[in-house]
T-cell receptor, first 113, second 113 residues
Framework: DAGVTQSPTHLIKTRGQQVTLRCSPKSGHDTVSWYQQALGQGPQFIFQYYEEEERQRGNFPDRFSGHQFPNYSSELNVNALLLGDSALYLC????????????FGQGTRLTVV | GESVGLHLPTLSVQEGDNSIINCAYSNSASDYFIWYKQESGKGPQFIIDIRSNMDKRQGQRVTVLLNKTVKHLSLQIAATQPGDSAVYFCAEITPPGYSTLTFGKGTMLLVSP
């Protein structure tokens, strides 16, 4: 049973560029949440997708957007990258109705130069 | 806004000792708490959880204590091993959180052989 998988594992982008990160949830899970983890900090909630719609959103600008596909996989898009967007981006999946712990992927390390 | 915080940024122990990692939360409406372990280069890994209708829960070598009166959460690790070295985060879910987690900054646990 595959856990949460994210791609790519590492990425380097230039300021002003756009980036797309991908996540496949754990088998049987229907809800995907994205978190940003700056170095030395705890993860910060970006948004959550369920039934292909954004269900909740944290305190992040509109430059951060996402999508969920019918197979429950998800993408995180960040436009007009800033140096401060450099972080580990984590995807977590859950089964909404079960209301239990989230399972995390290994993350994508994004470096903006 | 309200968030979960930790008292100690770094905890150093000897192998075989018992470790206690503390966490203070400020949102009295939170009803679900989770401890995660994060090793370098990896995503957070679920350790143990507790709901607000409980004050203690035990797992294998780990115990979580919840004191709602003082809004305090602790993680006890028995017979700490070098493999326990990692950053530990407590996280909370506040209704209607729908599995969205609010993390603290984390505590680094260093276990010496």
């Amino acid at each position: 049973d595959a856990g949460v998988t994210q791609s790519p594992t590492h990425l380097i982008k230039t300021r002003g560029q756009q980036v797309t990160l991908r996540c496949s949830p754990k088998s049987g899970h229907d809800t995907v949440s994205w978190y940003q983890q700056a170095l030395g900090q705890g993860p910060q909630f970006i948004f959550q997708y369920y039934e292909e719609e954004e269900r909740q959103r944290g305190n992040f600008p509109d430059r951060f957007s996402g999508h969920q596909f019918p197979n429950y996989s998800s993408e995180l898009n960040v436009n007009a990258l800033l140096l401060g967007d450099s972080a580990l981006y984590l995807c977590a999946s859950t089964l909404l109705i079960a209301d239990t712990e989230a399972f995390f992927g290994q993350g994508t390390r994004l470096t903006v130069v | 806004g309200e968030s979960v915080g930790l008292h100690l940024p770094t905890l150093s122990v000897q192998e075989g000792d018992n470790s206690i990692i503390n966490c203070a939360y400020s949102n009295s409406a939170s009803d679900y708490f989770i401890w995660y372990k994060q090793e370098s280069g990896k995503g957070p890994q679920f350790i143990i959880d507790i709901r607000s209708n409980m004050d203690k829960r035990q797992g294998q070598r780990v115990t979580v204590l919840l004191n709602k009166t003082v809004k305090h959460l602790s993680l006890q690790i028995a017979a700490t091993q070098p493999g326990d070295s990692a950053v530990y985060f407590c996280a909370e879910i506040t209704p209607p959180g729908y599995s969205t987690l609010t993390f603290g900054k984390g505590t680094m646990l260093l276990v010496s052989p």
